[in-house]
């Protein structure tokens, strides 16, 4: 079974970076077809995703957080981290790493439990 874990710090002050990890277990990061995500969810609205890393190593981000956004893997861990920078309240979310499947459909198909972050000073 594949299991996601994220890991990081609650509470981030306004300007710094949220950094965030999430440690994959039962599968490879490296493993085609899959892609490796970051969303997030403010409290009381919708998911909204912020990017990925490809089982080869491409990246994709959200337009509206792409400037301030940076994923990356490192393949020896089997892990695969966020960074936001300048954050504000509005970045305060529930941040969930989770698998896609993109091949023959696209699904969401694991999950981390989610951690929240809240950004405050």
């Known amino acids: 079974q594949v299991l996601l874990h994220e890991s990081g710090p609650g509470l981030v002050k306004p300007s710094q970076t949220l950094s965030l990890t999430c440690t994959v277990s039962g599968g490879s990061i490296t493993s085609d077809p899959y892609y490796w995500s970051w969303i997030r969810q403010p409290p009381g609205k919708g998911l909204e995703w912020m990017g990925a890393?490809?089982?080869?190593?491409?990246?994709y981000y959200t337009p509206s957080l792409k400037s301030r956004t940076s994923i990356s893997r490192d393949t020896s861990k089997n892990q695969f981290t966020l960074q936001l920078s300048s954050v504000t309240p509005e970045d305060t979310a529930v941040y969930y790493c989770?698998?896609?499947?993109?091949?023959?459909?696209?699904?969401?198909?694991?999950w981390g439990k989610g951690t929240l972050v809240t950004v405050s000073s």
């Open positions: 989770a698998r896609e499947y993109n091949n023959y459909y696209y699904a969401i198909d694991y």
């Open positions: 890393i490809s089982y080869s190593g491409s990246i």
